[in-house]
Nanobody, 120 residues
Framework: VQLQASGGGLVQAGGSLRLSCAAS????????MGWFRQAPGKEREFVAG???????TVYADSVKGRFSVSREGLNTMYLQMNSLQTEDTAVYYC???????????????WGQGTQVTVSS
């Protein structure tokens, strides 16, 4: 089982990026999926999540109204990030958890992370 996050990069404040997470090795139809991020010296934090049906989403307060999470099929998830701020700079990770969608790091599978750097 593998989760592959991609789409990170360097962007100026106010810009946009779209992250992708491709899952393989099994069907993730019964798995919720989430995005987390970890900035240097800080703990990994929940950013956004989508349930296994793709019908319900949850966001951290810090990204509400700017980020949008979605699923395409069973094994692909996206994070559209708009109006990026320097505080959004971090390594972004995707994760999958059977059935439920916690906002803690209690997920079953993790991707390797993709760097997002927002310059001022």
């Amino acid at each position: 089982v593998q989760l592959q996050a991609s789409g990170g990069g360097l962007v100026q404040a106010g810009g946009s990026l779209r992250l992708s997470c491709a899952a393989s090795g099994r069907s993730f139809g019964n798995y919720a999926m989430g995005w987390f991020r970890q900035a240097p010296g800080k703990e990994r934090e929940f950013v956004a999540g989508v349930n296994r049906f793709g019908s319900s989403t949850v966001y951290a307060d810090s990204v509400k109204g700017r980020f949008s999470v979605s699923r395409e099929g069973l094994n692909t998830m996206y994070l559209q990030m708009n109006s990026l701020q320097t505080e959004d700079t971090a390594v972004y990770y995707c994760a999958a958890r059977a059935l439920v969608m916690p906002t803690t790091t209690s997920y079953d599978y993790w991707g390797q992370g993709t760097q997002v750097t927002v310059s001022s």
